[in-house]
Nanobody, 124 residues
Framework: EVQLAESGGGLVQAGGSLRLSCEVSGFIYDDYTIGWFRQAPGKGREGVSCISRNTGSTYSAESVKGRFIISSDNAKNTVFLQMNNLNPGDTAVYYC?????????????????WGQGTQVTVSS
């Protein structure tokens, strides 16, 4: 059974940084994509960034390019989202998810497995 577990959320002041982690377990092959998504109160879910476990290729939304960096430690089956220069608009619950077909997109309907989410709050 594929499972994902996020950690690293919290409260930070505007301009600060946080690093989220997503521990992945249960895959028996390496061809999958891990994506990060977020959902702010009263808003729909937004794709943030993704990385291919197999190739290491990444893709990020324009809204976070230059501020958020996605990376992975394959030996630890963990994907990271380094978030820099945070602003109150980044406040949301952040989820990691797995696409078992390794499509390297941030369309949430491409993702089959989801973590429980971690809250990120940015104060002004």
């Amino acid at each position: 059974e594929v499972q994902l577990a996020e950690s690293g959320g919290g409260l930070v002041q505007a301009g600060g940084s946080l690093r989220l982690s997503c521990e992945v377990s249960g895959f028996i092959y390496d061809d999958y994509t891990i994506g990060w998504f977020r959902q702010a109160p009263g808003k729909g879910r937004e794709g943030v960034s993704c990385i291919s476990r197999n190739t290491g290729s990444t893709y990020s939304a324009e809204s976070v390019k230059g501020r958020f960096i996605i990376s992975s430690d394959n030996a630890k089956n963990t994907v990271f989202l380094q978030m820099n220069n945070l602003n109150p608009g980044d406040t949301a619950v952040y989820y990691c998810a797995a696409d078992q077909f390794d499509r390297l997109t941030i369309y949430d309907n491409h993702y089959d497995y989801w973590g429980q989410g971690t809250q990120v709050t940015v104060s002004s």
